[in-house]
């Protein structure tokens, strides 16, 4: 006795009713709205531009299905994997996704708006194009996505994204709180104007983002490259720019009291009047930078490079010059009021631990 092949809307209700595998079908453009389709498995199956608006799908499994074009809004999904789907140009209008992984998915053009993407995970997926504007993605985790997508509006508050390339990326008017964006690619993004509080960059490449104006609360800029970048009149708080590049970028008028610094370069970069107080800058290089009237007041500044640095009318008062460099650095006008040189006993002991670190090397 044959199979029977479900094609209609009532097969494959009977079809899940009777815990049936859905597997290596064509059900291009069936209208399943409102439909329970919970419990059920499709597999391999072909929903182009099907209606399933409203549709009802817990515990259901999707595997290997093509949905482009379809339409899923007001779906509420939970605790399932989507996996290899083609959801390209997809309705997803006001969906709820909770602890729903997405793997190996193409979102391209798909339309997300309004929906609620909490606690889940994009693996390897594309949303180019996508459009998340006013989506809520609490606490979701992007991982090697390509996401030029448009998240205009929308909660990114914890979420974390990972090794993602961001290019085309519209974050304007989103929520970025606590959110990460590591090693992710995001050369030349406006960020001007935005608040962000305690977002991490770590490893990011940033060249030739516009921050100018932004306000930054404990944001984490490690390792990241903001190769001409422009924070020009940024008010930030408590950041690390621990071994970032800011080679030729624009900090005038900035004010970063408090940032971390160490080891950071600032070569070329425009530092005019901005301030520096209170800023750990530890080994940071400011090599041929122009920092006219830039404030160091109480700034560490400890084995730090000037050196041909323009540092006219700037102000190191009671600022830490350890061991400082500024060979052909223009001082003219400059405060050092209280400031305090290199310490003897201080660069003694830094001079026996090298020593002692190099013998130990030669014995090995």
Same mark, same amino acid.
């Given at each position: 006795?044959?199979?029977?092949?479900?094609?209609?809307?009532?097969?494959?209700?009977?079809?899940?009713?009777?815990?049936?595998?859905?597997?290596?079908?064509?059900?291009?453009?069936? %209208?399943?709205?409102?439909?329970?389709?919970?419990?059920?498995?499709?597999?391999?199956?072909?929903?182009? @531009?099907?209606?399933?608006?409203?549709?009802?799908?817990?515990?259901?499994?999707?595997?290997?299905?093509?949905?482009?074009?379809?339409?899923?809004?007001?779906?509420?999904?939970?605790?399932?994997?989507?996996? @290899?789907?083609?959801?390209?140009?997809?309705?997803? =209008?006001?969906?709820?996704?909770?602890?729903?992984?997405?793997?190996?998915?193409?979102?391209?053009?798909? %339309?997300?708006?309004?929906?609620?993407?909490?606690?889940?995970?994009?693996?390897?997926?594309?949303?180019?194009?996508?459009?998340?504007?006013?989506?809520?993605?609490?606490?979701?985790?992007?991982?090697?996505?390509?996401?030029?997508?448009?998240?205009?509006?929308?909660?990114?508050? @914890?979420?974390?994204?990972?090794?993602?390339?961001?290019?085309?990326?519209?974050?304007?008017?989103?929520?970025?709180?606590?959110?990460?964006?590591?090693?992710?690619?995001? %050369?030349?993004?406006?960020?001007?104007?935005?608040?962000?509080?305690?977002?991490?960059?770590?490893?990011?490449?940033?060249?030739?983002?516009?921050?100018?104006?932004?306000?930054?609360?404990?944001?984490?800029?490690?390792?990241?490259?903001?190769?001409?970048?422009?924070?020009?009149?940024?008010?930030?708080?408590?950041?690390?720019?621990?071994?970032?590049?800011?080679?030729?970028?624009?900090?005038?008028?900035?004010?970063?009291?408090?940032?971390?610094?160490?080891?950071?370069?600032?070569?070329?970069?425009?530092?005019?009047?901005?301030?520096?107080?209170?800023?750990?800058?530890?080994?940071?290089?400011?090599? =041929?930078?122009?920092?006219?009237?830039?404030?160091?007041?109480?700034?560490?500044?400890?084995?730090?490079?000037?050196? @041909?640095?323009?540092?006219?009318?700037?102000?190191?008062?009671?600022?830490?010059? =350890?061991?400082?460099?500024?060979?052909?650095?223009?001082?003219?006008?400059?405060?050092?009021?209280?400031?305090?040189?290199?310490?003897?006993?201080?660069?003694?002991?830094?001079?026996?631990?090298?020593? =002692?670190?190099?013998?130990?090397?030669?014995?090995?």
């Amino acid at each position: 006795m044959s199979r029977h092949i479900p094609q209609t809307r009532e097969d494959v209700l009977a079809a899940i009713a009777n815990r049936e595998f859905l597997e290596d079908l064509v059900l291009d453009g069936i %209208d399943l709205s409102g439909a329970d389709l919970s419990g059920g498995w499709f597999e391999r199956v072909s929903l182009r @531009h099907a209606i399933l608006r409203g549709a009802r799908i817990e515990r259901t499994a999707f595997r290997e299905c093509d949905l482009a074009g379809a339409d899923l809004s007001d779906i509420r999904l939970e605790g399932t994997a989507l996996q @290899h789907m083609q959801l390209k140009g997809a309705r997803l =209008h006001n969906c709820h996704f909770e602890r729903v992984a997405f793997q190996d998915c193409d979102l391209a053009g798909a %339309d997300l708006s309004g929906s609620r993407l909490h606690y889940c995970t994009v693996q390897d997926s594309t949303l180019a194009k996508a459009r998340l504007a006013g989506a809520d993605c609490l606490r979701s985790c992007f991982v090697k996505c390509r996401a030029g997508a448009s998240f205009d509006q929308c909660d990114l508050s @914890h979420a974390v994204f990972v090794d993602c390339d961001l290019s085309g990326v519209v974050l304007r008017g989103s929520r970025l709180n606590r959110t990460a964006l590591l090693s992710a690619q995001l %050369d030349g993004h406006d960020f001007s104007d935005m608040e962000l509080s305690y977002v991490q960059f770590s490893f990011a490449s940033l060249r030739g983002c516009n921050f100018q104006k932004a306000r930054l609360t404990g944001v984490g800029f490690l390792q990241c490259d903001l190769t001409g970048s422009d924070f020009s009149e940024a008010r930030t708080g408590q950041c690390l720019f621990r071994e970032a590049r800011l080679t030729g970028a624009r900090l005038c008028r900035g004010r970063f009291v408090c940032g971390m610094f160490m080891q950071a370069s600032l070569e070329q970069a425009d530092l005019s009047d901005a301030d520096f107080s209170d800023a750990l800058c530890e080994g940071a290089s400011f090599r =041929h930078c122009q920092a006219q009237g830039a404030r160091f007041f109480r700034a560490d500044l400890s084995h730090a490079d000037l050196s @041909h640095g323009f540092f006219a009318g700037a102000d190191f008062s009671s600022a830490n010059l =350890h061991r400082v460099r500024r060979e052909e650095a223009f001082m003219d006008r400059a405060s050092f009021a209280n400031s305090r040189g290199t310490d003897p006993q201080r660069a003694r002991s830094e001079d026996w631990l090298l020593q =002692h670190r190099g013998d130990q090397d030669n014995e090995l």
